[in-house]
């Protein structure tokens, strides 16, 4: 189970205090997006652009850091969250050996909008200059790149983003370096009965209660994004004690 953004129900996403409170409610894994500032700095963020999740206004590939970093990644969430930046990459990392997490980080690499040069370099360089305690896998929609990924990282987990395509099923499928498939969830409950002609583990997004928790497990799917963390902690609590 991947926190998706962080425990974006309950913090502003992708933001530290997001990290952070689905490290504390004992998340499986965390889930992030990644694009490239204006002066090549790896940045933490969903959209192209800052003007959702900031009091600014811009496209991060036109803005520099110290630009981003005046505004603040968590006043349009709550009050509470308004001292929240963007976060560097690199400043998630240390959160997440600050705190001892020792499960996956999926980082999504942002390029089906804009190509970001040097992004999978400059991504994959930080995730193995040092040995983390936790393990890390690759997803994006972009099929390139993965495939530039899988030439900086062989054997690295790398997971092909979808929503509707039969098309990108098929290529993900074929594929042979992408490992996972990662469909939206309607697409994957209106095509359910075809679950075991997949040929490549799947993790859905983005699940959001019990049912389609249940869903998800009752299918023995290899994981999910979710908005929820401590939901789904909790239904695959109650999973397994029902297994027993």
Same mark, same amino acid.
């Given at each position: 189970?991947?926190?998706?953004?962080?425990?974006?129900?309950?913090?502003?996403?992708?933001?530290?205090?997001?990290?952070?409170?689905?490290? &504390?409610?004992?998340?499986?894994?965390?889930?992030?997006?990644?694009? !490239?500032?204006?002066?090549?700095?790896?940045?933490?963020?969903?959209?192209?652009?800052?003007? &959702?999740?900031?009091?600014?206004?811009?496209?991060? &590939?036109? +803005?520099?850091? @110290?630009?981003?970093?005046?505004?603040?990644?968590?006043?349009?969430?709550?009050?509470?969250?308004?001292?929240?930046?963007?976060?560097?990459?690199?400043?998630?990392?240390?959160?997440?050996?600050?705190?001892?997490?020792?499960?996956?980080?999926?980082?999504?690499?942002?390029?089906?909008?804009?190509?970001?040069?040097?992004?999978? $370099?400059?991504?994959?360089? +930080?995730?193995?200059?040092? *040995?983390?305690?936790?393990?890390?896998?690759?997803?994006?929609?972009? +099929?390139?790149?993965?495939?530039?990924?899988?030439? !900086?990282? =062989?054997?690295?987990? +790398?997971?092909?983003?979808? @929503?509707?395509?039969?098309? $990108?099923?098929?290529?993900?499928?074929?594929?042979?370096?992408?490992?996972?498939? *990662?469909?939206?969830?309607?697409?994957?409950?209106?095509?359910?009965?075809?679950? $075991?002609?997949?040929?490549? =583990?799947?993790?859905?997004?983005?699940?959001?209660?019990?049912?389609?928790?249940?869903?998800?497990?009752?299918?023995?799917?290899?994981?999910?994004?979710?908005?929820?963390?401590?939901?789904?902690?909790?239904?695959? $609590?109650?999973?397994?004690?029902?297994?027993?």
């Amino acid at each position: 189970m991947f926190a998706h953004r962080g425990s974006k129900s309950n913090r502003p996403e992708n933001t530290l205090a997001a990290f952070a409170e689905a490290i &504390r409610v004992g998340a499986d894994g965390i889930e992030l997006d990644v694009h !490239l500032t204006k002066d090549g700095q790896l940045v933490v963020i969903h959209d192209e652009s800052i003007d &959702r999740t900031t009091n600014g206004t811009g496209l991060v &590939r036109n +803005l520099t850091f @110290s630009e981003i970093r005046n505004y603040s990644a968590g006043a349009w969430f709550d009050k509470d969250y308004v001292t929240e930046k963007i976060p560097l990459l690199s400043e998630v990392l240390d959160l997440l050996i600050q705190m001892q997490f020792t499960g996956v980080l999926n980082v999504e690499i942002k390029t089906d909008k804009f190509q970001y040069v040097g992004i999978e $370099k400059m991504t994959s360089d +930080l995730l193995t200059s040092q *040995h983390y305690p936790f393990s890390h896998i690759y997803c994006s929609f972009n +099929l390139e790149s993965l495939q530039h990924l899988s030439e !900086l990282e =062989p054997g690295a987990d +790398l997971c092909l983003l979808m @929503s509707t395509s039969e098309q $990108k099923i098929k290529q993900g499928l074929q594929t042979d370096y992408i490992t996972h498939l *990662h469909p939206r969830l309607d697409w994957l409950q209106k095509n359910s009965n075809h679950l $075991k002609q997949f040929t490549k =583990p799947l993790r859905p997004w983005t699940l959001n209660n019990d049912v389609d928790m249940y869903f998800a497990f009752n299918h023995h799917l290899s994981g999910f994004m979710t908005d929820y963390p401590a939901l789904a902690v909790e239904i695959k $609590k109650r999973y397994n004690q029902k297994s027993l």
